[in-house]
């Protein structure tokens, strides 16, 4: 016979580079990771990186949805900025973080960074710690959120509660020239 087969899919609403800001009952379960957070990719699990630690950790389809969670920022949102100066950063490994052991995906340094519509202009410079220390030099051109403009005032007060140091750029990944 003729059979039709129907397929009921829910696709969660977050993508590759978003910010999110994880429930605090997740952060917890996941090795007290900071709640403020990048998605680095997205498959059969969400994988998010601390973008002032480091720190990786992958949630499951369980956890996503028990907990459920969307972006505050999304790639859209993402300003080009300049690296004017990188400082590689020696950090130590909290003990509740998970072992990963020496990746050479990301490596902490602390930028001076300005917005690429700034440059010259205005002369306003950004310090930031960043996890894309093995990828930067001075004089590329960076995407990152600017924190200073953005407007989410309820996760807001939720980080401050958390005493989470709010950045006021978090770089997301490198731009290459074309």
Not at 90 to 118: F, H, L, W, Y
Request: glycine share 6%; charged share 25%; aromatic share 8%.
């Amino acid at each position: 016979g003729n059979f039709k087969n129907n397929y009921f899919v829910e696709i969660i609403p977050i993508c590759k580079d978003d910010l999110v800001i994880l429930p605090k009952e997740l952060a917890k379960n996941l090795s007290d990771i900071s709640p403020l957070t990048l998605i680095k990719a997205v498959g059969a699990g969400i994988h998010i990186i601390d973008p002032l630690t480091s720190e990786r950790n992958e949630i499951n389809t369980e956890k996503y949805w028990r907990y459920e969670f969307s972006a505050i920022m999304t790639g859209r949102q993402l300003v080009p900025f300049i690296v004017l100066s990188v400082e590689p950063i020696i950090q130590t490994v909290r003990p509740s973080a998970k072992k990963r052991g020496n990746s050479k995906k990301s490596r902490m340094a602390e930028c001076i960074i300005v917005r690429e519509s700034d440059f010259g202009v205005v002369d306003t410079q950004f310090t930031v710690i960043t996890h894309l220390g093995h990828i930067l030099k001075e004089g590329d051109t960076a995407l990152g959120y600017d924190l200073t403009t953005a407007s989410w005032t309820n996760d807001r007060e939720y980080l401050q509660k958390m005493k989470s140091d709010i950045p006021d750029v978090i770089l997301v990944r490198k731009r290459y020239p074309t």
